[in-house]
């Protein structure tokens, strides 16, 4: 019996066991950063593409995660350098 992880490997090149335990280490991913209770990255300038691992719980999360994650930070009063130190040295307000 053929199911929709047959056809996501048939397309790849990548085995079940290789899909599942890239599924696996996302989920874990996922389930470290929602049970963080402040996150925090290593901050400086941060480059296009990359990702950051989180100083608290280990959790890894790409820019657009980090920049959303800091201006609900800010939003809720916090301020962005408990959370990146030196945000606003390296990215002006709405950049
Ligand atoms: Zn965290």
Partial sequence: MSDSLDKIAGFTGLSRSDLLEIAAAAKANSVRLAG??????????????????????????DNGYVYGYIAGYEAAGGVADDIWPGYRDVRSPGA
Avoid: P, Q
Wanted: net charge positive.
């Fill in 36 to 61: 963080c209770k402040r996150h925090r990255f290593v901050g400086g300038k941060a480059t296009l593409g990359a990702k950051y691992d989180c100083l608290e719980c280990g959790g890894r999360a």
